[in-house]
């Protein structure tokens, strides 16, 4: 049988964490890394794979079967995405929630004209904590859901420390407070402020001679990042933060609570990840949607979709018959 | 905007709870509760709806858009689940494990002839369960899966033990051990034995002068059911299990860990329900598959389906715009 051809498009942290994820994945290979910087300057980890720059990516037309995209959400996927579902099937993690329904539908555009899928917004948040969310939603039809992140790094509060003067470089992780989900957890309902549900660790490296006590008021007064949130901010040296906060965990919940029947039975559904690297579990997420894309392709199918549009089967590299026998 | 009608068919805990989540769905009303009693003997809940002898099932064709099957799936279903795919939208919780792809097929027939949708093995194992397995196994190529019941009544468990002579009435809970769960969720994929997995909890109720010895020795060395397993064995008064042991409460871990990239870097998925009424959270996923049977066949598709084939966005009461909007 024929692999299914995989081109990734930007080769930061995820699209080495495709690279990894298509090795782990047999009925897939990756073909191209498509690049807007000079493809010879960039180091992938797989022999044999072609480098092409952006502009040159028609070229690749016959070639690959599924492009997942790895681009940022802020800039390159909103002008990319469209482009490219044009001429390729396609998968992204698009995350800016507030501007999906807009990027959806430039995405379906481009899609059905040119006949092709593409599934956006994939990965854990939004992704299988989306799918936990209808999912938990669509049977607790009462209830309350509550989402939890962390502990993990975040790369935006991360970036927003950075560029505070005096600060040479900085890490940020968001942590769920334990006893906001245990309050969840018994079923209350609690009506939860910002506060009350996470609170931020910053880990600065401060430049010699910077005035620390000003650097972390400067944190801890931030609109939108930090100053609805309990901060505690650790003054480290860069070596530190190397040794100590270079890795990329994350994870966090879902639990919905609710009730059925006249007597107002009570029900907990939670479903929690726990991941040592961010970016190597969202790329096997957008990997496994990758043969979903392929599949509904194949089938005749095109425009955009979301995780809510992709039968759960389709994911699986076992047939229908298989995963009947062995999984349900 | 009309409802979606629903029909019962058989009207025990499950087809009451059906009766109960119905009415928690807005875009939903009961129609119709067929049985193989005297109708006139089935004492329902809800005004209004029609009892039918299960002989006369056919006079609701024109009245029901779909039939929830309410039955046992190791006589009721394979007999009747064929039959009514045949004339009727249906959607059923066959979860005979080892005969779910006869049954498949059969369904399949039957609905394919009669141009219907049948969505079979419904509810939370095999249902939910089934599908954060296939999510998880299909995210982390490389790991394993795990399954924990409980703390939970087995009414298979349970009736075995009234069938020994000296019992007058018996509840048996399955317990997953935590020590387990904890090795599990750690990430070192231990091979477990099923004694290590979960121990089960006998409450029974002797007659008078029974012999307990011999009744507790019964049920321990009971093959398939006991021998296997760390059992105890506690004797109760009928009071004391009426007011103690009435419930049905269940739930349940699934729980994947594998690893990516070339580090091979951890990471953890876990799926846990902690229901207070088993039938009547089983009843909730029934209904809300009931929606996706109704837009499949409004679609002019048709066959036997199972919880892998059914995009989670047609579960949802919510629109396609809504679900991106407000929960992607």
Redesign the interface.
Known sequence: MSKIRIGIVGYGNIGR?VE??V???EDMELVAVVTRRDPKSVQI?TEGVKKVHFDDILTLKDEVDVMILCGGSATDLPVMGPEIAKHFNMIDSFDT?AK??EY?ADVDTAANEGKKVGII?VGWD?G?F??????A??????GS?YTFWGKGVSQGHSDAIRRIEGVKNAIQYTVPIEEAVERVRSGSEPELSTREKHLRECYVVAEEGADKALIEKTIKEMPNYFADYDTTVTFVSEEELKAEHSKMPHGGFVIRTGE???EG?????????????NP??T???LV?YA?AAYRLANNGDCGAK????????L???KS??Q???E??
């Open positions: 964490g990894l994820a090795e782990r994945n980890l929630h999906i329904p959806f917004s939004p299988m989306s799918l936990n969310r209808i999912y939603e669509s049977i607790l039809v009462q859901t059925t029947g006249r039975n009570k029900h907990v559904i939670e479903y929690s990840l726990k991941l040592d690297s190597e579990f790329s096997s997420v496994a043969r979301t995780v809510f549009d992709i039968a759960p089967g994911l699986s590299m229908a018959e995963l009947r026998k999984i349900l």
